[in-house]
């Protein structure tokens, strides 16, 4: 790393080191929010579009985390999940106000494959897996009691804990990167700003203008 004065050398703070690989940048930001963040260091705003060009935003949780992209998981039939079906990008926001410090991602995504989803699904706990069979996530619901009853007779039909599968309708989605920012707060609005930008199948770095 070549740093001189607690800068990296595009002259920003030495927290934006010198990775080639936001992936690799995203990870090590990731482990500082970790040790600073009281709740969700992996929590993260993800936004969609519908094919009319209308965006929608949401919190979700960051489950996966690999060079081919930021997974997490929702109900394929919800709203976000629909969105993705039609129009296949997607955009996400981490901010960790501990470390003032934000990380936008964008490009385009794809679901994971049965196995990983599996995987992930097996880790559950036993009601988070219930609800994920009893809500008709993102429907018009008439009373709060009709999806209580579900969750009832879901873990009647579900009542061995630790056998209960995965709705083909719930697995995760990834974004593969096509831009990485990453943003540090300054004082008088100097925050620093540096983007990653695949061209080509390789990266390129460039510094933005707060």
């Not at 559950?124 to 018009?140: C, H, L, T």
């Not at 873990?155 to 697995?171: A, G, I, L, Q, T």
Request: glycine share 4%; aromatic share 12%.
């Amino acid at each position: 790393m070549n740093q001189k004065n607690g800068k990296n050398s595009l002259g920003l703070d030495a927290c934006f080191e010198n990775e080639a690989n936001p992936i690799v940048l995203f990870t090590k930001w990731f482990a500082d929010a970790e040790k600073s963040e009281v709740n969700d260091p992996n929590a993260l705003s993800v936004a969609t579009s519908s094919l009319e060009g209308i965006p929608s935003v949401r919190m979700v949780l960051l489950k996966g985390l690999s060079n081919k992209g930021f997974v997490f998981y929702t109900n394929f039939n919800s709203k976000k999940g629909n969105d993705l079906k039609r129009n296949p990008n997607a955009s996400m926001c981490f901010y960790w106000k501990s470390i003032k410090r934000q990380v936008r991602v964008s490009g385009k995504v794809s679901t994971v494959d049965k196995d990983e989803a599996d995987k992930y699904f097996s880790s559950r706990d036993y009601g988070s897996k219930i609800a994920a069979w009893a809500s008709s996530q993102s429907e018009v619901m008439n009373n709060r009691d009709d999806f209580l009853n579900k969750i009832k007779e879901f873990e009647k039909k579900f009542s061995d804990k630790n056998n209960v599968p995965r709705p083909s309708h719930w697995s995760g989605w990834r974004v593969h990167p096509e831009q990485v920012e990453f943003w540090l707060e300054l004082k008088n609005r100097t925050h620093q700003r540096l983007n990653y930008v695949l061209k080509e199948g390789n990266w390129v770095k460039e510094i933005l203008y707060p």
